[in-house]
């Protein structure tokens, strides 16, 4: 992924980070949007990291659109 692409990952997930920091107190297991926050959160984090390892081991990253027709 480009850099760009990069970035775009981590203002998202700084978007959800203040969403998160907002949101009203969940009640365990109950609230869907709080959970789905969570998930997505955790799933750019997992994104980001893979990134940024190809990118300190100085494996190009893969481009934005290689998976489009």
Same mark, same amino acid.
């Given at each position: 992924m480009?850099?760009? *692409?990069?970035e775009e990952l981590l203002e998202r $997930?700084? *978007?959800i980070a203040w969403e998160i920091a907002r949101h009203p107190r969940p009640i365990t297991g109950c609230d869907v949007h709080f959970? $789905?926050?969570?998930?997505?959160r *955790? *799933?750019?984090?997992?994104?980001?990291? $893979?990134?940024q390892a190809l990118e300190d081991r100085g494996d190009a990253l893969p481009a934005a659109d290689a998976h489009r027709d």
């Open positions: 480009p850099q760009k *692409a990069l $997930r700084e *978007a959970n $789905r926050l969570l998930e997505e *955790a *799933a750019l984090t997992e994104q980001i990291d $893979r990134l």
